[in-house]
């Protein structure tokens, strides 16, 4: 299996030879973590020892931890889970573009630092469905965006328990979409999008079979005999909000309900509320990935919602006229990752292929380091606006480690106006006080942030920042350096 996952992942090429289709790695992860700590490493969850990794990373989490206490220690300092995830892809070259907690949901998503000036119009929302809806530990988490001008989003959910309620759990689904809503024109619903993709601990069970023979199936490994009576393959035979949702095979064992730090499903005796011996968990496939591609029909192609298309992307009809801007999408991979025991769910994970025709190629703004940088004299950047877009005064240039986390995590920043020194219709350039730039120096980028955007539009190549001559001289050693040196030397 693991060789499969290599080979799904490493089938993926950057640009097509014909240069008119660019082909795109995701990697999707669900996972309920049943309020468990993060494992000591993720490598083999996100597959890391794959030559070609993906261009993106979407991580879904259901029951993160969320006791109060740590709910606001969470939001002050990012949540455990975030940071081992940050930690293992950051040195590898991605970020984390956006995420959205919303108490046990947690969903993150990492890209390549190359593809980022080219991720646009990130929103983030989220839905409450536990307690009539006043409570948020059922419910759905979402992050949209525009990738290279095509509108994603990214769906994360925890849905109703238990056999009973599959109904219940299509209409919490239906809720959800009704109830998310977006602040952009072209796309404010979920199903807006041209790509959706919709997974979490959905929480359907496998109807009518007898524990015995679900489990003959699972270790006979002839799991096709129980996909007719799986809830979720059932409802979407006659719910219409379903149909157009895409899965791959279930080729793998049901993922709910193992015995914690096992392989073996459900061993315990459930007690009732009166003390009475309850049922077993049956095996279920409750931790699912699925996708919907909007129909070609009704596309009204909401490309680029910062107003940065170049070309108008709205499709004529198919057998009128060629789609300009193209889109398919196929899932390489799926299956579970069985190695991982701390929680009473297995991880899910799919891998995707994406192939699309870029509704822009250049990033908005271009950012570069000009001179010699060092802390022993103040240092000079240079930017030039590639195409007309909404500037503001609160726009910022943003000094990062090379293999930086996040937008947040840089080592100093400069206003884009505050501290401009001289401009032409076409170059600005602004500077930075010495005191700022690290003393140790360091591989370095430079990232240009949009904050009517929301996100980084530019980003420089790597440069040296030479350390300083002066810090030498003096014997100065890093524990005696600033707070901003500490954090290069880490």
């Known amino acids: 299996m693991e060789d499969d996952l290599s080979q799904a992942l490493n089938s993926f090429s950057v640009e ?34 794959s030559l070609k990794k993906p261009d993106l990373f979407v991580i879904g989490l259901q029951e993160v931890k969320a006791a109060p206490l740590k709910i606001v220690t969470d939001l002050a300092f990012e949540d455990s889970w975030s940071h081992l995830f940050m930690n293992t892809l950051a040195p590898l070259g991605f970020i984390k573009v956006s995420s959205i907690r919303m108490q046990g949901l947690l969903l ?130 006659k719910e219409a909000s379903l149909q157009k949702f895409q899965e791959g095979p279930l080729d793998f064992q049901p993922t709910y309900k193992f015995d914690l730090h096992s392989d073996n499903y459900d061993t315990r005796v459930q007690k009732t509320w009166f003390g009475f011996n309850g049922k077993k968990r049956k095996p279920a496939w409750c931790d699912r990935i699925l996708w919907r ?79 010699e940088w060092s802390a022993d004299f103040d240092a000079l950047i240079t930017y030039s606006l590639l195409q007309s877009y909404p500037s503001s005064a609160w726009d910022w240039i943003g000094l990062y480690k090379v293999g930086f986390k996040s937008a947040s995590d840089y080592i100093t920043y400069t206003w884009v106006k505050d501290d401009q020194v001289s401009f032409t219709d076409e170059l600005f350039q602004v500077y930075v006080n010495k005191d700022e730039i690290p003393v140790l120096g360091g591989e370095c980028v430079l990232c240009y942030y949009s904050s009517s955007l929301q996100c980084i539009v530019g980003i420089s190549q790597p440069f040296k920042v030479q350390e300083s001559r002066a810090a030498i001289e003096e014997g100065l050693v890093p524990e005696n350096i600033n707070k901003l040196d500490e954090t290069v030397a880490s």
């Open 16 to 49: 097509e030879k014909d240069g008119k289709m660019d082909t795109f790695g995701l990697y999707v992860v669900t996972w309920n973590v049943a309020t468990a700590e993060p494992p000591e490493d993720v490598n083999s969850l996100l597959q890391l020892n």
């Open 108 to 237: 993150l998503l990492f890209s390549k630092l190359e593809h980022v000036p080219f991720i646009r119009d990130i929103q983030v929302t989220y839905t409450r469905t536990g307690l009539y809806g006043y409570w948020g530990n059922k419910g759905g988490v979402s992050i949209r965006l525009s990738f290279y001008g095509h509108m994603l989003c990214f769906l994360n959910c925890h849905l109703t328990a238990h056999m009973n309620y599959a109904s219940q759990r299509v209409d919490e689904f239906q809720y959800i979409l009704d109830a998310q809503t977006f602040d952009t024109k072209n796309t404010p619903r979920i199903l807006d999008h041209k790509v959706v993709f919709w997974f979490g601990d959905l929480n359907f069970r496998i109807e009518d079979h007898g524990m015995l023979f679900v489990r003959e199936c699972i270790t006979s490994q002839r799991y096709n005999l129980l996909w007719p009576k799986d809830q979720l393959t059932m409802m979407k035979q």
């Open 293 to 371: 591609v909007k129909p070609k029909s009704s596309l009204s192609e909401d490309a680029d919602e910062d107003d940065q298309n170049q070309e108008d992307p709205k499709k004529q009809p198919e057998e009128h006229h060629k789609d300009e801007f193209p889109l398919k999408l196929s899932q390489e991979f799926y299956t579970s990752k069985m190695e991982y025991s701390i929680s009473d769910h297995k991880p899910v994970i799919g891998i995707f292929r994406l192939e699309l025709r870029k509704i822009y190629k250049t990033p908005l703004v271009q950012v570069c380091a000009e001179g």
